[in-house]
């Protein structure tokens, strides 16, 4: 089975896409899983298609998970490969999302994940930055909710917001989604981290749910995909791979073990209540 993460926040600027892309292609170098990793771009603007084909000039892919969405193309048909050097492969964007943004159907890409869930040790879905339909239907679909989020004050309101919506979907609709973490980005380097950033992000998650590592504004973080290259391939000894790579390897794998056992025993649990009340 996949490990499917969401990565969400709907509140715009905060490096999910760069954090999408990087934490793909690290979990193909660094993770004992599987070299292999899909990412599905449920963002109508299509920043990580047109970033993993090339296609910087935004033109839509002839396929996309859109077309896999209305049932037009089965999810195997809309995958196809990327440029990058990981073993990356996209369901692409298409600006049509906004179509279904505007329905209620929010389960829609859970059947599609789990149609692909053997083919991919892990599934990525990078998210627009809204709470709307088509960023529900990731978390309804995924394992893990991971939310990068600037450093500043004015992000704590939005993971408020956040954490409700995750809630909601977890009592509701997705009782095995466990939220993998909070990744501060976009750090000024010259300037230190203000305590009061994370006594407030105390507030709306506990410190074991927030990363210790910060990711840093870097130039090499920009430059990388205009040159259609993850940032370890790119100039894997610049500070945002250390970082984003340090993150993967020494907190996010950590992470997910820790959860992955949680789960396990949280199915062990709820399959002994079953034996008792039958």
């Not at 990412?39 to 970033?51: C, E, L, R």
């Not at 088509?134 to 993971?159: E, F, H, K, M, R």
Request: hydrophobic fraction near 40%; charged fraction near 20%.
């Amino acid at each position: 089975m996949s490990n499917v993460i969401a990565v969400v926040n709907h509140k715009g600027g905060t490096g999910k896409t760069t954090t999408a892309i990087n934490l793909a292609a690290g979990l193909t170098r660094y993770s004992d899983i599987t070299s292999s990793c899909l990412i599905i771009d449920m963002d109508p603007h299509g920043s990580a298609t047109s970033t993993l084909l090339g296609k910087l000039d935004g033109a839509p892919p002839a396929r996309s998970i859109f077309d896999v969405l209305r049932r037009a193309i089965t999810p195997q048909d809309g995958i196809t490969s990327t440029i990058y050097d990981e073993n990356i492969d996209i369901l692409p964007a298409n600006p049509s999302l906004e179509s279904m943004a505007k329905t209620q159907i929010n389960d829609r890409l859970a059947k599609v994940v789990q149609s692909l869930s053997t083919s991919y040790g892990w599934i990525i879905i990078d998210t627009p930055p809204n709470l709307g339909v088509l960023t529900q239907n990731a978390l309804v679909a995924a394992d893990y909710a991971l939310i990068p989020t600037q450093c500043s004050g004015l992000a704590i309101p939005t993971l408020h917001q956040m954490k409700t919506v995750i809630e909601k979907i977890q009592e509701r609709q997705n009782i095995w989604l466990q939220v993998m973490g909070v990744l501060l980005t976009q750090k000024d380097g010259r300037t230190p981290l203000l305590k009061n950033i994370r006594r407030e992000l105390s507030h709306v998650y506990p410190a074991a749910n927030v990363f210790k590592t910060i990711i840093t504004n870097n130039i090499k973080i920009e430059e990388a995909p205009s040159n259609s290259q993850s940032i370890y391939a790119y100039d894997s000894g610049c500070l945002g791979a250390s970082l984003y790579r340090d993150w993967i390897k020494k907190e996010f794998l950590k992470k997910h073990a820790k959860l992955e056992k949680a789960k396990v025993e949280k199915r062990e649990a709820l399959e002994l209540k079953k034996e008792m009340e039958g």
